[in-house]
């Protein structure tokens, strides 16, 4: 007498309720995974900025570029170039440098840049850091430039809501380094 030994109904439930439990998880721990990694993308793309701001105010008697946070359409009112217009020519290769993973909205494709600079340093000297903001911060402490998610600003076309990019504020600082910082520690318009 031959027996075919299958799976029953019961096995091939349990199997199903395994597979169910294993993705569960490991959904939340690849999700996690691709935020970090965006993150980190984010933060390589500051301090290349970074670099490009120190070489073109090297060859600009030391002051920052003199530059508009945002580019038009949204921002008319400041004759300047925007940031990514002005440090173009400082990158060493065609990179989507100023483009931030996580935006995945139409800030980057409207202006070409997913990063504010901070206008109050625009067209500063870089040795003047500590008495442009708050008197006595040291350039660790001023943020250069941050993507521009979590927020809302007035433009010619009326108030523009940008999601959230990152659980946190990405932020390139005047003295090169790149971190992240909290929503209400960058400085906003």
Do not use: K
Not at 85 to 107: E, N, R
Not at 131 to 156: H, K, M, R, Y
């Amino acid at each position: 007498m031959r027996h075919n030994r299958g799976l029953t109904l019961v096995e091939m439930l349990v199997i199903v309720a395994m597979l169910a439990v294993m993705l569960g998880i490991l959904l939340p721990a690849i999700t996690r995974a691709q935020a970090m990694a965006s993150r980190t993308v984010c933060l390589e793309n500051l301090r290349s900025m970074g670099r490009a701001m120190d070489r073109w105010s090297a060859g600009h008697e030391g002051v920052f570029p003199r530059a508009r946070y945002l580019a038009s359409p949204i921002i008319n009112s400041d004759p300047n170039p925007p940031l990514n217009v002005v440090l173009i020519s400082q990158l060493s290769a065609v990179t989507d440098v100023f483009h931030c993973p996580g935006d995945a909205a139409w800030l980057y494709q409207t202006c070409g840049i997913s990063y504010f600079y901070n206008f109050y340093l625009s067209g500063q000297r870089t040795d003047w850091i500590g008495t442009l903001i708050n008197p006595g911060q040291s350039p660790a402490e001023v943020p250069t430039c941050w993507d521009a998610d979590n927020t809302s600003f007035s433009t010619l076309r009326g108030t523009i809501e940008v999601p959230r990019f990152h659980e946190v504020r990405c932020s390139l600082f005047a003295d090169g380094h790149s971190d992240v910082l909290a929503d209400d520690a960058t400085p906003f318009f």
